[in-house]
């Protein structure tokens, strides 16, 4: 399973843009990259998921460099309500199910 | 609608106790999982089921037991085996079209708490 490392911890203000980067160096050829966010004592939620170039959704943009070996979640103009952990897994989506592994994550703190 | 559902939300027992955690998903999805979670840190598996009836251990099986005998639901046994069993408790499941494997669907968790 290729590691993951992300900031600890992020801060930002309100309607700013927040760009958090996730290295995964040791990625594997089909391994696809999904971020998830999780508030305080709820279980995390999906946010993206993408395999190579520019991914993008109504909440969140996903950008992959074409070695692979880094990814950034873009989150457009962030409010409070964003201040969460965010985590970056990486994983193979086919055969034997999700094994996925979740790191400490970034956790992000925007203020007004 | 459709998710999954832990309950309690909140459980105490005393050390020594065996507790059953239980998960229940409406989502028709054929695999499920169980995260546990400390203070401060990630998830880290403890057990995964991708079929009825056929279950493996995930990163941190030891102390835990699981069942799967129905599609919706997979409980969760903390044994008294489990030295450090006060954490809090994820399930999720996720589905599989034209073997891909969708994201994990989570749900709220049950904080269980040990003395």
């Known amino acids: 399973l290729a590691k993951t490392t992300q900031p600890i911890s992020m801060d930002s203000y309100e309607g700013q843009e927040v760009n958090i980067t996730c290295s995964h160096n040791?990625?594997?050829?089909?391994?696809?990259i999904t971020w998830y966010q999780q508030f305080p004592s709820q279980g995390p939620r999906f946010i993206i998921q993408?395999?190579?170039t520019k991914v993008t959704n109504e909440v969140a943009s996903l950008f992959i460099p074409a070695d692979r070996k880094s990814s950034t979640l873009s989150l457009p103009r962030v409010s409070l309500s964003d201040t969460a952990v965010y985590y970056c897994?990486?994983?193979?989506?086919?055969?034997?199910?999700?094994?996925?592994?979740f790191g400490t994550g970034t956790q992000l703190k925007v203020e007004l | 609608d459709g998710g999954i559902t832990q309950s309690p939300k909140y459980l105490f027992r005393k050390e020594g106790q065996n507790v059953t955690l239980s998960c229940e998903q409406n989502l028709n999805h054929d695999a499920m999982y169980w995260y546990r979670q400390d203070p401060g840190q990630g998830l880290r598996l403890i057990y995964y089921?991708?079929?009825?009836?056929?279950?493996q251990k995930g990163d941190i099986a030891e102390g835990y037991s699981v069942s799967r005998e129905k599609k919706e639901s997979f409980p969760l046994t903390v044994t008294s085996a489990q030295k450090n069993p006060t954490a809090f408790y994820l399930c999720?499941?996720?589905?599989?079209?034209?073997?891909?494997?969708?994201?994990?669907?989570f749900g709220n968790g049950t904080r269980l708490t040990v003395t």
């Open positions: 999720a499941s996720s589905s599989r079209k034209d073997r891909v494997n969708s994201p994990l669907h």
């Open positions: 040791n990625i594997a050829t089909n391994d696809y």
């Open positions: 897994l990486v994983g193979i989506l086919t055969g034997g199910g999700n094994k996925l592994t």
């Open positions: 089921s991708q079929i009825v009836n056929d279950f």
């Open positions: 993408g395999y190579k």
